[in-house]
């Protein structure tokens, strides 16, 4: 069991760092022109929240802690059941205001 916690707190790390690396050098402008980025960028959100929502179904005393965890899954909800409702500010802003706080709450978890 801890094992598969550690791997999904592992995942949403990697995932959550992987944004940080591709959003680093770009602008809100440059991002919204940059297609490939969005789409990287999407991807790993999606990872995060499954990785989120397993955590909740397995590990739920653990993920009841987990700050924002039902928003978290809902966007991964979003991205990828609801292409067309996608809002680049929202993604954007998660990536440059959120981001931060949840691999500081990961690596302590995973320490």
Do not use: C
């Not at 940080?20 to 999407?42: I, M, P, R, W, Y």
């Not at 978290?72 to 990828?80: F, K």
């Amino acid at each position: 069991m801890l094992r598969r916690k550690q791997k999904l707190y592992f995942d949403i790390l990697q995932a959550a760092r992987d944004i940080q690396g591709f959003v680093g050098t770009h602008s809100f402008d440059t991002f919204t022109s940059d297609s490939l980025v969005q789409a990287a960028v999407e991807r790993k959100f999606e990872i995060i929240g499954e990785a989120m929502n397993r955590l909740a179904r397995e590990f739920p005393d653990d993920a009841a802690s987990v700050p924002r965890l039902r928003e978290i899954i809902g966007m991964r909800n979003i991205l990828a059941h609801g292409y067309d409702q996608i809002d680049l500010h929202v993604l954007w802003s998660t990536s440059q205001d959120e981001l931060t706080a949840l691999v500081s709450l990961v690596e302590r978890r995973l320490s």
